[in-house]
């Protein structure tokens, strides 16, 4: 039987493990990257694009796996759920390290992204229900985790690959998600269960609106996901940079999560929460459009914007739809939404693979990456221009239909005011 938090120290313990996790679920997808070239000549493939299908493959199983394993959050422990995700996701790394061939390489990175799946539709659901006033700052902060992951997994990956081999370093944050895992189980809590209030037609209608909101703010994903692995291919390729600076420089790039997570969700608390999402992927748009023109001594400024305003986007969109939900159906909606979008941003790797190998080869010259980077812009503008309007209309609705069925704070659905407002929703 699962431990529920009952004081603010154990909600905090909770709040700085889910961090730890998150750290973990997107340490393990970043890992590879810097080291496609190596993978590539390792396992004697035909082109770079096979290496980068590896992750692929990996983010594809990890967002198919949201759908059923966010309808199972909302009926067994949130906690285990995670547990068991970070463990098999551990376990799957120290496989990948020790892997023979190809095609064990990729069935292990299939079953990471399987358990990596396990984090995201719990975790959210369980913060919010930990604080459920300030669901942007809880999610904020335990969104530094992701960018202490999103710098380690490239950083050390690049690190440890350019002196030991690509496969060190999967063995070794195998290892230590293991442990980890055991420290969630022995110190983590469940958040308190709120009163359910049945409502299976609403229910059904809310999680079709997710599937609906995730074709816009699947745009932002596939922009996201498609960046980093352009970026992985453009610095050595375009600047002469070893698999070591190209990691850090990667692992910089997302470290500035680490500000914008809480920063963006505590700010975002109140009425204009939408304005702010809009507010920095325009801005992100912006950096990654700039990328390839800048000279080499200011690629990491232009990596630091990028990563800066991405990834700050993603606890104010977070909050936004949490806030509007259910208790009941909460990690269902977000395994919903991580299903459907991530079927689009998972072909990213794949698809800016192929077209390195197709447009651009083997030139040295920043001008050859300049279109696939404006594209990639593009998408995030599109991100705004449709996701922005879906999920002001999508909020409005669940709203209009949480407050028909009479569905109150204290049986089970979030509040409809803003965290940390008195007043409706932005819209």
């Not at 889910?18 to 970043?30: G, I, K, Q, R, S």
């Not at 990667?250 to 969700?265: D, K, R």
């Not at 912006?286 to 800066?308: D, E, I, N, Q, T």
């Not at 698809?351 to 040295?364: C, E, H, L, P, Y």
Request: charged share 10%; glycine share 12%.
């Amino acid at each position: 039987m699962a431990r529920i938090a009952e004081t603010e120290g154990q909600r905090r313990t909770t709040l700085f493990l889910c961090a730890v996790l998150h750290a973990f679920t997107h340490l393990y997808p970043t890992v590879l990257p810097p080291l496609y070239y190596q993978v590539a000549r390792d396992l004697e493939l035909s082109g770079v694009w096979l290496a980068t299908l590896l992750v692929s493959a990996q983010s594809l199983a990890y967002c198919l796996a949201g759908w059923p394993l966010g309808f199972l959050a909302d009926r067994v422990s949130r906690k285990w759920l995670m547990f068991w995700g970070l463990a098999i996701n551990g376990a799957a790394f120290v496989a990948l390290g020790l892997a023979p061939s190809y095609t064990v390489a990729l069935l292990c990175l299939v079953i990471a992204g399987l358990a990596g799946g396990a984090y995201h539709p719990p975790a959210t659901a369980l913060l919010t229900g930990l604080y459920p006033e300030r669901q942007g700052r809880a999610i904020g902060l335990a969104g530094m985790g992701a960018g202490v992951g999103f710098f380690l997994g490239p950083f050390y990956g690049g690190l440890r690959g350019e002196v030991a081999g690509w496969r060190a370093p999967c063995l070794e944050l195998g290892l230590a998600g293991l442990a980890v895992a055991i420290l969630f189980a022995l110190l983590a809590r469940d958040a308190p269960a709120a009163k359910k209030q049945a409502a299976p037609a609403t229910g059904a209608v809310f999680l079709g609106y997710f599937v609906l909101l995730s074709v816009g703010l699947g745009l932002r994903d596939f922009a996201g996901t498609g960046f980093t692995t352009f970026a992985a291919l453009f610095l050595p390729q375009a600047h002469g940079f070893s698999q070591r600076t190209t990691g850090l420089y990667l692992g910089l790039m997302s470290l500035s999560a680490v500000a914008a997570n809480p920063f963006f969700g505590a700010a975002s608390d109140g009425r204009y929460r939408l304005w702010w999402a809009g507010g920095v992927l325009l801005l992100a748009g912006l950096g990654g459009l700039a990328l390839p023109w800048l000279p080499k001594p200011l690629v990491l400024l232009g990596l630091l914007w990028w990563g800066f305003f991405l990834l700050g986007s993603y606890p104010i969109t977070e909050a936004a739809m949490s806030e509007v939900l259910p208790d009941q159906i909460r990690g269902r909606a977000f395994g919903v939404f991580l299903t459907s979008s991530g079927l689009l941003s998972s072909a990213a790797p794949w698809v800016m693979g192929t077209i390195k190998d197709r447009a651009i080869g083997a030139s040295t010259d920043p001008a050859a990456f300049r279109p696939a980077f404006a594209g990639l812009a593009l998408l995030m503008l599109l991100s705004v221009l449709i996701g922005m309007p879906l999920l002001r209309w999508v909020r409005r609705e669940l709203a209009r239909m949480t407050a028909r069925d009479g569905c109150a704070p204290d049986q089970g659905c979030a509040p409809l005011a803003a965290a940390g407002s008195k007043r409706p929703p932005a819209s």
